[in-house]
């Protein structure tokens, strides 16, 4: 069976530079059946230096996990509410008392989105959308907070209608009483267009007269590219013909200096018999030339050089998401936080991609049951044959004294002098992998590039043939004398348990 090299990357803008350079964000969806905890989340987000999220929800654990972090989060009222807040001023003004002003400034919340694809998803909603965010933009005035944080709703493409060539765009006339309203407070409030941007969706409805290639950002000849007749501009990819798109759509309603942030874009990496091109290839090929295209401030040929920050869709694949195989599948981290597939980055400008091929590690999942940690951990320094003198009283691993601090540090030394191999991080179902290094002061665990860089070599941690210790409960002590008949049977049934 091809085994795929799951990996990682992302990416940090300077701060300096933020204001005036693209970014890219992370949505972070929660339809997952083993949701990891804020902390998880917070933790992965830092591993990876994404410093723009987007959250479905202003969930309070969430935003507790982000404090004192200096990510910048886009919060979202979700549809289920925007009725109630677009009817209330007084509601709405609840609402960012509670779910805003009591995170500020220690959560750096800079956005609120509120709904999502409203006019398209929720129709009956429109005549009270901006309204909704009306009241909510009074709220934050009302609090001191609407000059750090922008208040917009996201919109599908869909709303634009003869979207090629671009400069022949316009919104849905259906939609006038409400998006000339909704363009004149973002224009008065200094925000932005929010809008969801899938090539993916556009390739896939187009029977053929997309090509593949052209909706990937792969390269294309001069005579394959598109050109808008009317402009003379060229296009090389569907992501920037979408966004002229929506700016000339704008202009025809007699906006033009409104910004425009693509809040959601992605491709997914798996999908049914009738989703063909739904692969790992394909994602790949299209958030990593997405994150470059982004980065490199390239624009697009209506605003050259001019920001399109982006949101990836998204952080997780969301397992419990209704609908197609595909639906699952737009995440570029699997829950146990190990990357889905390798982003190609080279040459993606300020970009860092932290490359974590060899970097996973076996810890306690949370909410283990501690019998079974003990367990597993008197398996993994006895029969597992992991030296443990690293949680002797004394010892730099010591502390937290712990069962669930000292089988994480065993049950990864067991999983790196295994090599990583399939099956050495289960301890009957009470480990799980995790991108994140679990060191913590002078502990340092093994498979760490540590504090100097250093990998700690995982295969030399078998204690040697005279070991009497294992720095664990002395439920099993190893001497020549003590090894009977009846201690390697218990070693085989553990053996056949625990892994």
């Not at 989703?275 to 605003?303: C, F, M, Q, W």
Request: proline letters at 6%; aromatic letters at 8%.
């Amino acid at each position: 069976m091809a085994v795929t090299v799951l990996l990682l990357f992302l990416l940090a803008v300077s701060a300096a530079s933020a204001d005036k350079d693209a970014f890219i964000g992370v949505n972070i969806g929660t339809d997952l059946s083993d949701m990891p905890s804020p902390t998880q989340v917070v933790a992965l987000l830092k591993a990876q230096n994404i410093r723009h999220v987007r959250l479905y929800d202003a969930d309070r654990a969430m935003l507790l996990a982000l404090a004192n972090t200096g990510i910048q989060v886009t919060i979202s009222v979700p549809n289920d509410q925007l009725l109630g807040i677009g009817q209330s001023n007084a509601t709405a003004a609840n609402w960012v008392a509670r779910n805003v002003a009591a995170h500020v400034p220690t959560t750096n919340i800079t956005a609120i989105a509120v709904g999502s694809e409203v006019l398209t998803v929720l129709p009956n909603a429109g005549p009270v959308l901006v309204s909704a965010l009306k009241f909510i933009h009074s709220a934050l005035v009302a609090a001191n907070l609407d000059d750090q944080i922008k208040v917009s709703t996201p919109h599908s493409s869909s709303i634009i209608l003869d979207s090629f060539p671009p400069s022949q765009a316009f919104f849905n006339r259906s939609w006038d009483p409400v998006m000339v309203p909704l363009l004149k407070f973002l224009q008065s409030t200094g925000s932005y267009l929010m809008l969801n941007v899938y090539p993916y969706y556009d390739y896939m409805q187009s029977n053929g007269v997309i090509p593949l290639d052209y909706a990937l950002f792969r390269p294309l000849p001069p005579n394959k590219e598109a050109v808008d007749a009317n402009t003379l501009l060229h296009y090389t990819n569907v992501f920037d013909a979408i966004v002229d798109a929506a700016y000339f759509a704008m202009s025809d309603l007699n906006f033009t200096n409104i910004p425009l942030v693509v809040l959601e874009s992605g491709w997914p990496s798996k999908g049914d018999s009738s989703e063909s091109d739904a692969t790992i290839d394909n994602a790949n090929t299209y958030n990593s030339n997405l994150i470059r295209h982004v980065l490199n401030n390239t624009g697009t040929p209506k605003h050259p050089g001019i920001a399109v920050s982006t949101y990836i869709y998204e952080l997780y694949n969301e397992d419990l998401r209704p609908g197609s195989v595909s639906e699952k599948n737009w995440g570029l981290f699997n829950a146990n936080g190990v990357p889905v597939y390798t982003l190609h980055l080279t040459g993606a400008g300020t970009v860092l991609a932290n490359d974590t091929t060899n970097q996973t590690f076996c810890v306690a999942k949370d909410g283990a049951d501690k019998k079974m940690l003990q367990a597993a951990l008197d398996w993994a320094c006895g029969p597992g044959k992991v030296d443990c003198s690293a949680l002797l009283q004394g010892q730099p691993c010591y502390e937290p004294d712990n069962v669930i601090s000292h089988s994480t540090y065993a049950f990864n030394a067991y999983y790196q002098q295994m090599a990583k191999a399939p099956g050495t991080c289960d301890f009957k179902g009470v480990a799980t992998i995790t991108t994140t290094d679990p060191s913590h002061g002078s502990c340092i665990f093994p498979g760490s590039h540590g504090r100097n860089g250093t990998i700690t070599n995982g295969t030399s941690l078998a204690p040697s043939s005279n070991t009497t210790t294992s720095g664990c409960s002395p439920k099993y002590v190893y001497g020549g004398d003590l090894v009977t008949s009846s201690v390697i049977f218990g070693v085989a049934l553990m053996t056949a348990v625990f892994l």
